[in-house]
């Protein structure tokens, strides 16, 4: 199995974000820790999310080096999901441009690389030298 330039940089910058997820958290429990909230539960609720999306995401970055439609299809799903949180910060009463210019920046890039490391995966089907993995009939691979 071969994984593209394209596909290897945006499994990179998807495990990137996974790994900002993870910093939010420790944030988080900092602020938990630190008594800094107005309500414990609905904190620990948001502590248990964040933990949840980051393993999602880094499950999806592993996908994506494997070459995995599904893990494409979740990187692009997560890069929409932080361009409306960049499109959030860059708005409202409490806006902050380089807050959503630094959301922004690699969430589109990572969205370019995903949309690169899709098409080459079905330039590569349709030449038929690789089946995606996901698809049904695909040979088994039991080295």
Known sequence: MRTHRAATAAALLVGLEALGLVGLAAWQVTALLSGDLTSPATAVALLVLTLIGA??????????????????????VTQVLILAVALGAVTGAYADPPIALALAAPAVIALVLLVLAARSAAAEASAGERPDADSPGAPVDRS
């Open 55 to 76: 393993a999602s995401v880094l499950a999806f970055a592993v996908g994506i080096a494997r070459g995995r439609s599904w893990g494409r299809s979740g990187g692009v």
